[in-house]
């Protein structure tokens, strides 16, 4: 899609003049290219309280859903001298949820992309390792609030005269001496491989421990393995 940086800026300068700024005298424009190619355009707004303030990313994240939704493909934020300004930390955030990776921003000499201006970016897919759908299910409901804690054992068991892989999600740290409560929280579903398993009890707790058909344990958790572990679990070896 071609896009006129002089035509949004100026409607990024025309908007920009209609912030309230009583607080900062500092006002914002941002006008920005939908993927449908229509424009939309924001402005900041101050509050007494400081904290209620809205930048005009926010401004034009609104616009963008109240005149229909779409993708935003490209966006020109100035200050009052009307030259480009780059939007913060948190509209980063903000316009990569709604433009993704390839926004561009303008800027002096060039327009830059989002991953130049947010690189690592937080995203769904963040969310989705820890608590989309892995294996064969997601946490249930119940045991949400264990998420992050105890132990998962993966280990073989036999279905139909062939190994499977299961585990179970035990409330203990497994800490030598430990006073911590016990017991199991969760029983695993019969997964195909010992990785499956290993994803399935990734999804609930850092902490797992994989018992192979000797009997042998390896650590598959973050971090060190913990005492009395004496290896680390690498896929495809059992």
């Given amino acids: 899609m071609e896009i006129d940086w002089a035509a949004l800026r100026a409607a990024a300068i025309e908007t920009m003049r209609r912030a309230y700024t ?136 036999i279905a139909g005269g062939e190994t499977i892989w299961t585990g179970y999600w035990e409330r203990s740290s497994g800490k030598p001496g430990s006073a911590e409560e016990k017991g199991i929280l969760e029983e695993g579903p019969n997964l195909p491989t010992t990785a499956a398993a290993v994803a399935w009890g990734l999804v609930r707790t850092p902490r797992i421990v994989v018992v192979d058909v000797e009997g042998n344990l390896s650590w598959a958790g973050e971090g060190e393995a913990p005492e009395g572990i004496p290896q680390r679990w690498e896929e495809g070896k059992s």
């Fill in 22 to 157: 009583p607080i900062s005298d500092f006002p914002v424009g941002v006008a920005g290219l939908v993927d449908d190619g229509r424009m939309i355009v924001g402005c900041n707004v101050e509050n007494a309280s400081i904290g209620m303030t809205l930048c005009a990313e926010c401004g034009l994240v609104s616009s963008l859903h109240a005149t229909g939704g779409g993708r935003l493909v490209a966006i020109s934020c100035v200050d009052a001298t009307g030259a480009p300004l780059m939007p913060c930390g948190r509209c980063r955030q903000l316009l990569w949820e709604h433009g993704g990776p390839d926004l561009l921003v303008e800027a002096l000499p060039r327009p830059l992309r989002m991953t130049e201006l947010l690189p690592h970016a937080f995203g769904y897919e963040d969310m989705e390792r820890v608590t989309g759908p892995v294996g064969a299910a997601d946490v249930p409901p119940e045991l949400a609030k264990w998420r992050g804690r105890g132990t998962i054992f993966v280990h073989p068991d």
